[in-house]
């Protein structure tokens, strides 16, 4: 690792290809693997990572919007990429883009074909996304017979497949739920098959997914958090890798007197003699006002230091009380150690939340090739 002289993200595309290759050993050899790389590839850096898995041999990888899509097209990724929400609006430049949507309304599956229409597409490759209880996107059960007798008539798309999405695969109080999605999707997928003229692939599992209910792979599964390092699960962190690590550097140390406060709205008062060191991070680069006021630890020399008083726009203030460090001395915000999804939990977020959130701001440095 190098020493950080200012606010960065290390990217380790070592840790993400271990962490890829630990995901495979989960599947059948020739289940496909769909990457799923929207918001930056979770907050890290889109094309880079996608660059480096299209090496690896995924077969897929998913974005939520189009504009998300095209910036993988400029960075020259060639494999299909489904988009998870596209919105009618954008539908032209999808098509223009080779982007693969996925239909989830009867409203969303008329205005494409509409455009494809337009565009006097033929067979353009679609995916059909239906709710089994997530409620959040997607056709209806009862939807089947108006998508079918849709397809079946006209010749502008094709589906290439059929998926839904899991609510709680993580959360296994709720398998009997996940079980009921997995039955409810196997019956839809069964009815369209029949009824289409050919038969779409199937694929349902998130990373959760792979982990807890490997028997519903079917053709593809849809990894996003275990690529980065996480699988919402202990025993499962212990094999994957960090690809992230936010680290940052000291600006300068204070000698706090007993009685003196720190920061804005004077939010932390000392009662003793404290030093605090200022870091040139705040929540202009994703670190929330959740992760002040003494909830949270950074490491600086291997020690742990609280996050003190409001998080500022540009900058933090921590407690160096007892820790031999300096302007100019590295802290790591979070990485091997804490890990996001420790130092989320610390604001009662998730590491999705804290990982896509590192704003632009701060500056992708990688590690690996
Ligand atoms: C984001 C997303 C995924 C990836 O989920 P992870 O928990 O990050 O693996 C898969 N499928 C859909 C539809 C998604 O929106």
Same mark, same amino acid.
């Given at each position: 690792m190098r020493k950080a002289h200012e606010t960065v993200l290390e990217i380790d595309l070592n840790a993400l290809e271990h962490n890829y290759r630990f995901l495979k050993s989960?599947? /059948?050899?020739?289940t496909k693997f769909l990457a799923v790389v929207k918001a930056f590839a979770y907050g890290s850096d889109a094309p880079r990572i996608a660059q480096k898995l299209e090496t690896l041999g995924v077969d897929y990888f998913a974005v939520a919007y189009v504009s998300e899509g095209i910036a993988l097209r400029k960075a020259g990724i060639t494999l299909p990429i489904l988009v998870l929400h596209p919105l009618p609006v954008h539908f032209e430049s999808l098509i223009d883009n080779c982007l693969e949507p996925s239909l989830y309304s009867p409203k969303v599956l008329r205005d494409f074909l509409e455009v494809a229409q337009k565009k006097n597409q033929k067979n353009y490759p679609v995916h059909i996304k239906f709710n089994?209880?997530?409620? /959040?996107l997607g056709f209806w059960e009862n939807d089947v017979d108006f998508i079918t007798e849709t397809l079946n008539e006209r010749e502008e798309i094709k589906v290439v497949s059929i998926f839904s999405h899991l609510?709680?695969?993580?959360?296994? &109080?709720?398998a009997p739920f996940t079980y009921r999605q997995i039955e409810i999707f196997e019956k839809i997928a069964e009815e369209v098959t029949e009824k289409l003229k050919h038969a779409p692939f199937k694929h349902l599992l998130n990373t959760s997914g792979i982990i807890?209910? /490997?028997?519903?792979?079917?053709?593809m599964v849809r990894s996003g958090i275990g690529l980065y %390092?996480? %699988?919402?699960d202990r025993i499962v962190d212990a094999d994957l890798r960090p690809v992230v690590t936010l680290k940052t550097v000291i600006s300068q140390i204070h000698k706090i007197e007993p009685g003196e406060t720190v920061g804005y709205n004077r939010a932390f008062t000392s009662t003793e003699y404290r030093k605090t060191a200022t870091l040139p991070i705040g929540h202009a680069d994703?670190? %929330? /006002?959740?992760?002040?006021? %003494? &909830?949270t630890f950074v490491h600086v020399k291997g020690q742990l230091a609280l996050i003190i008083g409001n998080v500022c726009m540009d900058m933090i203030m921590i407690d160096v009380t007892g820790i031999d460090c300096a302007a100019g001395d590295e802290v790591i915000i979070?990485?091997?150690?804490?890990t996001a999804e420790s130092f989320a939990a610390s604001a009662n977020t998730i590491s999705y939340e804290l990982l896509t959130g590192i704003s632009q701001r701060v500056k992708r440095q990688y590690m690996g090739r």
């Open positions: 989960q599947l /059948r050899p020739e089994t209880g997530l409620n /959040r609510a709680a695969s993580e959360d296994l &109080k709720e807890n209910y /490997r028997n519903a792979q079917y053709d %390092g996480f %699988g919402n994703g670190i %929330g /006002r959740q992760y002040g006021k %003494g &909830k979070f990485g091997e150690n804490p």
